[in-house]
């Protein structure tokens, strides 16, 4: 929808990096430049996860932006006509006004009342709009549901911060839930056909949801309970400690048995293994011995048989 993210951005470096929804929309309004790009979509859908689920339609809309051609497929949408065609006709003669079909998906923020924040890779049927005349019905449609959102957005908040202040209090849901309405309802313009309903109506109707309800216990039993829960869990963490120390006492002692009993093993083989070794020594002593025996014996023979041969021969 703007011109702004036609532009290149600002020389500086300084980046911006806003931690809540709030700043990411000042950001986005203001220093748009600053936003890392790779990032834009990261934090939108991040910070503003909570808003665009409230927000969110809950089927495809028509989404408008102004823009030169080839610039169509940017973040930057609006829901009005005649906004992007605004935006068209301050860059001259070459601005054209693309529509867009959107589905819920690709919707992921809502920085200003005529701004939606969109993933451009999900947008469907990008094309050139019709020209329109006149458009003062469609902007009056347009700024009507702005108005709406608007007041949304701010019952919204003043309702859960009237919930946060009343949490603790020792109050039960029903009269929370009816205070927390109440505070969101003084600051809320009346509308043709609201009618007002007392707390005393309020609570007959919802009575049912909170019948079988247990009775909500007192700022001192709820902290005499979360202390006993602490101590339970202290206990069940000093136990579950003891059992891991006893468990990894077993295992070092099954390790260092294990160790002990391959030594001893390892022993027993060398022992055979030194016997069998003793027993074949032994036996190759004996085998020489008896052939250097069998040897002497021949060559006395021998001699002897020499002898007697001398002796004949004389």
């Known amino acids: 929808m703007s011109t702004d993210e036609q532009q290149q951005g600002s020389t500086d470096d300084s980046a911006v990096n806003p931690t ?15 936003l890392d790009r790779r990032s834009r979509v990261r934090l939108w859908r991040t910070l503003g996860r909570q808003e665009a689920r409230e927000l969110r339609p809950d089927g495809p809309i028509p989404l408008y932006r102004g823009c030169l051609p080839g610039d169509q497929r940017r973040m930057s949408w609006t829901e009005s006509y005649w906004t992007a065609r605004r935006y068209a006709d301050r860059l001259g003669p070459e601005g054209i006004v693309y ?3 959107a589905p819920p998906s690709a919707l992921i923020g809502w920085p200003t009342a005529d701004e939606v924040v969109v993933i451009p890779s999900r947008l469907r049927r990008i094309r050139r709009a019709k020209e329109r005349q006149g458009g003062q019905s469609d902007q009056r449609a ?8 608007g007041a949304a ?3 919204r908040a003043d309702y859960e911060q009237g919930l946060a202040d009343r949490h603790g209090s020792g109050e039960t849901l029903a009269s929370m839930v009816v205070g927390a309405r109440r505070d969101a309802n003084r600051g809320r313009p ?3 056909g609201d009618r007002p309903v007392s707390d005393a109506l309020w609570r007959r109707r919802h009575a049912a ?9 007192s700022r001192w039993e709820a902290a005499q309970q979360a202390a006993a829960a602490e101590v339970a869990a202290a206990e069940q963490t000093m136990v579950d ?12 002692d099954a390790y260092f048995a294990g160790i002990e009993q391959r030594q001893q093993d390892r022993h027993a083989a060398l022992a055979a293994e030194a016997a069998q070794w003793q027993a074949e020594h032994d036996e190759q002593r004996l085998e020489v011995k008896a ?3 069998r040897e002497r014996q021949a060559l006395q023979q021998r001699e002897a048989a020499l002898a007697e041969q001398e002796v004949a021969q004389r």
Not at 142 to 149: A, G, K, N
Request: cysteine-free; charged content about 45%.
């Open 20 to 34: 809540t929804l709030e700043e990411l929309k000042v950001a986005w309004t203001v220093r748009r430049d600053r």
């Open 99 to 101: 529509v867009a079909e």
């Open 142 to 149: 347009t700024d009507r549901q702005s108005r709406r959102r």
């Open 153 to 155: 957005r701010t019952w």
């Open 190 to 192: 009346a509308r043709r």
């Open 209 to 217: 949801a909170y019948e079988d309800a247990p009775p909500r216990p």
């Open 241 to 252: 400690a003891d059992a891991a120390a006893q468990q990894r006492a077993a295992e070092v």
């Open 291 to 293: 052939r250097r025996e």
